[in-house]
């Protein structure tokens, strides 16, 4: 079955704490995305890779760190400078691989639902 | 910064109606143009792709483009309860897609 996995499905972060989210996929994508989606808000990008050991940050990148050791993989770290965490998580693939052509199709995981206590 | 606005709603609609849902965006130089459908907690799913004006047609889904307009939409005929969701608009750029915030559809029986 090919697709987008993504866990844990619920987080729940203390305070001062770092924790990272997973997301694997096996599309064969080249490029993977994190969105984070606030109650009735949409989806604002926190990082995207468009190849391996190569990232960019999104609109809303402070707080958060990822890396891209692996083409199947996209782990983002939710740090503890990032001060309001709670949200949805979404992470998201897409065939295009050379930096600079139009964005085609994402595809979309589970999610993960962070909370801090 | 480049946008995607989208009424957010809710629209209420009765069953077997059509559903139309609008978009307009910022950046006259987009090529790609989508439709996600996201259930209450769930994550967003593919509807519909569009990249040429015009209209393209997939079941009871039409989505329509108009690049000189800066406009998309999507037209759900014989609406049903299980359409019920919000709608994400988004706008290929660069290296990312734009979204809209989302419209809210609500379809009674």
């Known amino acids: 079955d090919g697709g987008i996995t993504q866990s844990p499905k619920y987080l729940f972060r203390k305070e001062g704490q770092n924790v990272t989210l997973s997301c694997e996929q096996n599309?064969?994508?080249?490029?993977m995305y994190w969105y984070r989606q606030d109650p009735g808000q949409g989806l604002r990008l926190i990082y995207y890779?468009?190849?391996?050991?190569?990232?960019q940050k999104g609109d809303i990148a402070e707080g958060y760190s990822v890396s891209r050791e692996k083409k199947e993989s996209f782990p983002l770290t939710v740090t503890s400078a990032q001060k309001n965490p709670t949200a949805f998580y979404l992470c998201?693939?897409?065939?295009?691989?050379?930096?600079?052509?139009?964005?085609?199709?994402?595809?979309f995981g589970p999610g993960t639902r962070l909370t801090v206590l | 910064q480049k946008e995607v606005e989208q009424n957010s709603g809710p629209l209420s609609v009765p069953e077997g109606a059509i559903a139309s849902l609008n978009c307009t965006y910022s950046d006259r130089v987009s090529q790609s143009f989508f439709w996600y459908r996201q259930y209450s907690g769930k994550s967003p799913e593919l509807i519909m792709s569009i990249y040429s004006n015009g209209d393209k047609e997939d079941g009871r889904f039409t989505a329509q483009l108009n690049k000189a307009s800066q406009y998309v939409s999507l037209l759900i005929r014989d609406s049903q309860p299980s359409d019920s969701a919000t709608y994400l608009c988004?706008?290929?750029?660069?290296?990312?897609?734009?979204f809209g915030a989302g419209t809210r559809l609500a379809v009674h029986p």
């Open positions: 988004a706008v290929g750029g660069y290296n990312k897609l734009i």
């Open positions: 890779s468009q190849i391996v050991n190569d990232f």
């Open positions: 998201a693939s897409s065939i295009q691989g050379a930096p600079g052509r139009w964005t085609d199709t994402q595809y």
């Open positions: 599309l064969n994508h080249d490029a």
